[in-house]
């Protein structure tokens, strides 16, 4: 029989088949064990510690919650489940925090909300880790034209007017596959062509420099659009 996948596991377990979700649950007890005690800040031993037996409840929850569909990794979804449940055991024991629920408020509920809301934590989670990893692309790729990031808020012009008609430059860079060739390959901005092609002063260009070149690798790479605002590239800023 040959080796199920992770995800043929999990639907397995998902759907009753208990052996299947008690053997999955045993070989990842070390991932439970690492990240309880990664938690709590000391070593854990499964049958002396609540703090385990906590983890492997939420780890079990996990199990059932997990939705392949949306392309999150398990580990980390179980990561953040078992991080959320034994925050709400500190504050219990602290007193921190009291969970009261009223009548209409059973435990499947309070389950449903939980899962829920882990699931959306993790997803949080992973859109910030995203946007961090992009922001570092962006950089290396600034650099590579002798720019910096901080550059960005220096060089971005002051009044609506400049900032709108380096934005259409920028635009029009983009629409030419040639223009925006020579910027890769040469790491300058194709003076001459954008000043006949946009009407535009080479002065203006060639004080705007940074500011286009910034715009147009966020224009031009599906990956960085999302940094349009946060570097203040943005002509309605």
């Not at 309880?36 to 492997?56: T, V």
């Not at 959320?84 to 009291?98: A, G, M, N, P, T």
């Amino acid at each position: 029989m040959p080796e199920l996948t992770m995800q043929q596991t999990l639907l397995l377990a998902q759907k009753g088949n208990e052996r299947i979700r008690e053997e999955f649950i045993q070989n990842h007890k070390p991932f439970i064990l690492k990240i309880s005690s990664a938690i709590c800040k000391r070593y854990l031993s499964w049958g002396h510690d609540d703090e385990l037996s906590i983890a492997l409840v939420a780890f079990n929850e996990a199990i059932d919650s997990y939705k392949p569909d949306d392309r999150a990794s398990f580990y980390g979804f179980a990561k953040t489940v078992i991080t959320r449940r034994l925050i709400d055991y500190f504050r219990k024991e602290s007193k921190h925090q009291v969970l009261s629920l009223t009548p209409l408020e059973s435990d499947n509920n309070l389950y449903d909300y939980d899962s829920e809301a882990s699931f959306q934590l993790y997803k949080e989670e992973t859109q910030k880790s995203d946007f961090a990893e992009t922001v570092k692309n962006y950089t290396l790729v600034l650099a590579e034209y002798g720019i910096l990031l901080e550059d960005l808020v220096q060089v971005s012009p002051r009044h609506r007017d400049s900032k709108a008609t380096l934005w259409k430059v920028a635009q029009e860079l983009c629409a030419h596959p040639n223009l925006l060739q020579y910027l890769t390959d040469n790491k300058l901005l194709p003076l001459k062509e954008l000043e006949l092609l946009t009407g535009v002063k080479r002065k203006v260009l060639e004080r705007g420099r940074k500011y286009l070149i910034a715009t147009v690798l966020i224009l031009s790479d599906p990956e960085f659009r999302p940094l349009k605002s946060f570097t203040c590239i943005d002509p309605i800023t």
